[in-house]
């Protein structure tokens, strides 16, 4: 399908994306790019990569397909460094959560002729690194191209392609609407997650132990989407601030909703709300983006 | 261990009781009393009690062990049903979340001399009924105890000692704390978690189902917390009430001191907060209250 395809960032899926491609056979070589010297060699090491150095120009050079997974905090470094290496034949995209910002800083700085086609893989853990990574991380998960207006046709088409070999479901749409979708479908659960483990540890210090044991009441399950990579999240939340902020504003008003329900003893009303609530597992139970196990299948 | 237990409301906890009971055989007779007809013909039909009615006095009548597992707002209606079926002889317990109220409620209705020692199983998943329960639901949990001051010592220990049985660990304090370290690892992620999904619902009128489909990005882990069952957890909070509001008032605080520094794009202050949070999830996993499989092995 491809080349050469470099990827800039073997982290979670940096790698995973490296490790799907030599599995479907998609590229002839495959490099990568990092700024720590135990990364490009690790990725080596584990023969997910043919080549990788921290020469970012030089794996860069010649790559049809470039895939940027580094935190969005880095793009513009990453731009700057690799703008000369593009040409008329090289596909652009990245992996990253929020768009609408980013989609306008690349574009300023790249020749007019390079299809730059964003990503955004739904798909992940909480856990960081190449050797977290694993081939099948996107099957069955949703990818959402928001394709630059200058993009070609055949390129988009090609990107689209490859993301359904690797086995995503594919949608196209606007980055400013994807940015506040995704702030409600996944950058405001994080943060609310981070949130909350970050009110219990500050009564922690309190209580002791007392939180850490007595976490399986529900709280552990905030814990594990609180322990997704800091540097990847601090970078979302600022790049989507207004969506989020936004977000946390009808949040809050909800929550002061409950409260005031509670505090009134009000049954119905939270019975009513509760019911609500439940349907919606179901519904996505049935479209096939979470498994039916009770508890996760940790049972 | 016992002669006769008898369990009052049969759902996921009742039933995994029954089960765990008849399997490490731990009762001559184990009988339930459901509200239901369909219940209480369910739990014979699943072979997990040896008889069940809705005649809850004929139930309880000469049990040594009765444990109520129904919603909160159910005690009171149960406790002056079988208060004259208790005897010198006979331990009550219950499985509820919340323990200060009802602790008050139950004895001022009780005989002086029946050992009253509310247990409180720190487990479930997000399913109800008879037929979502399993035996060892109870394994490797925490199970606190908060006896009443005229509970027999030779009672509580042999509570103790059942709880050990079916693989809980177990640990003796009072209500009220009780309630304040459960209103932060349960009470409140509960809460959380109906509500980031009930804010999400109020959006999805307007964006179709566009939730569902890219719920993989984190709000489908809230999606399950929040397909609780809606009468246990309406209850919850309502019995919980001043812990929950107090709760509540600390997490808006942090989640608008969250935001401020979002909105002031201080990323030094959000990656220290998100390092720390990371932290914590090692804790518990270390402390064999979740597994390590990264995405809860759905990966």
């Given at each position: 399908?491809?080349?050469?395809?470099?990827i800039v960032?073997?982290?979670?899926?940096?790698?995973?994306?490296?490790?799907?491609?030599?599995?479907?056979?998609?590229?002839?070589?495959?490099?990568?790019s990092?700024?720590?010297?135990a990364?490009?060699?690790?990725?080596?090491?584990?023969?997910?990569?043919?080549?990788s150095?921290?020469?970012?120009?030089?794996?860069?050079?010649g790559?049809?397909?470039?895939?940027?997974s580094?935190?969005?905090?880095?793009?513009?470094?990453?731009?700057?460094?690799?703008k000369?290496?593009?040409?008329?034949?090289?596909?652009l995209?990245?992996?990253?959560s929020?768009?609408?910002?980013?989609?306008n800083?690349?574009?300023?700085n790249?020749?007019?002729?390079?299809?730059?086609?964003?990503?955004?893989?739904?798909?992940?853990?909480?856990?960081?690194?190449?050797?977290?990574g694993?081939?099948?991380l996107?099957?069955?998960?949703?990818?959402?191209?928001?394709p630059?207006?200058?993009?070609?046709?055949?390129?988009?088409?090609?990107?689209?392609?490859?993301w359904?070999?690797?086995?995503?479901?594919?949608d196209?749409?606007?980055?400013?609407?994807?940015?506040?979708?995704?702030?409600?479908?996944?950058?405001i659960?994080?943060?609310?997650?981070?949130?909350?483990?970050?009110?219990s540890?500050?009564?922690?210090?309190?209580?002791?132990?007392?939180i850490?044991?007595?976490?399986?009441?529900?709280?552990?399950?905030?814990?594990?989407?609180?322990?997704?990579n800091?540097?990847?999240?601090?970078?979302i939340?600022?790049?989507?601030?207004?969506?989020?902020?936004?977000?946390?504003?009808?949040?809050?008003?909800?929550l002061?909703?409950?409260?005031?329900?509670?505090?009134?003893?009000?049954e119905?009303?939270?019975?009513?709300i509760?019911?609500?609530?439940?349907?919606i597992?179901?519904?996505?139970?049935?479209?096939?983006?979470?498994i039916?196990?009770p508890?996760?299948?940790?049972?």
């Amino acid at each position: 399908m491809f080349r050469k395809v470099c990827i800039v960032g073997c982290g979670l899926i940096g790698s995973s994306l490296a490790r799907a491609i030599k599995k479907k056979n998609l590229a002839k070589k495959i490099v990568s790019s990092n700024r720590s010297k135990a990364t490009n060699e690790k990725v080596i090491e584990l023969k997910i990569v043919d080549e990788s150095s921290s020469d970012i120009k030089k794996m860069a050079e010649g790559a049809d397909l470039i895939i940027i997974s580094t935190p969005l905090s880095s793009y513009k470094d990453v731009i700057l460094k690799i703008k000369d290496c593009l040409n008329s034949e090289t596909i652009l995209t990245d992996v990253g959560s929020v768009k609408e910002k980013i989609m306008n800083l690349v574009e300023k700085n790249i020749p007019e002729n390079i299809s730059w086609i964003p990503s955004h893989p739904i798909a992940g853990t909480e856990e960081s690194g190449p050797e977290a990574g694993f081939s099948n991380l996107f099957e069955n998960r949703w990818c959402i191209l928001t394709p630059n207006k200058k993009a070609k046709e055949k390129d988009i088409n090609l990107l689209k392609k490859f993301w359904e070999t690797i086995g995503s479901k594919v949608d196209i749409m606007e980055a400013k609407q994807h940015d506040y979708i995704l702030s409600i479908t996944s950058h405001i659960p994080h943060l609310i997650a981070y949130n909350i483990v970050n009110t219990s540890l500050n009564i922690q210090e309190e209580k002791e132990s007392a939180i850490v044991k007595y976490s399986a009441g529900g709280l552990r399950d905030f814990t594990r989407i609180a322990a997704s990579n800091p540097v990847m999240w601090r970078d979302i939340f600022i790049q989507n601030k207004n969506n989020t902020s936004n977000m946390i504003d009808k949040f809050i008003n909800n929550l002061k909703d409950l409260k005031k329900a509670i505090e009134n003893e009000d049954e119905e009303k939270l019975e009513k709300i509760f019911e609500k609530t439940k349907k919606i597992r179901k519904d996505i139970v049935a479209a096939g983006q979470d498994i039916e196990k009770p508890n996760f299948g940790r049972k």
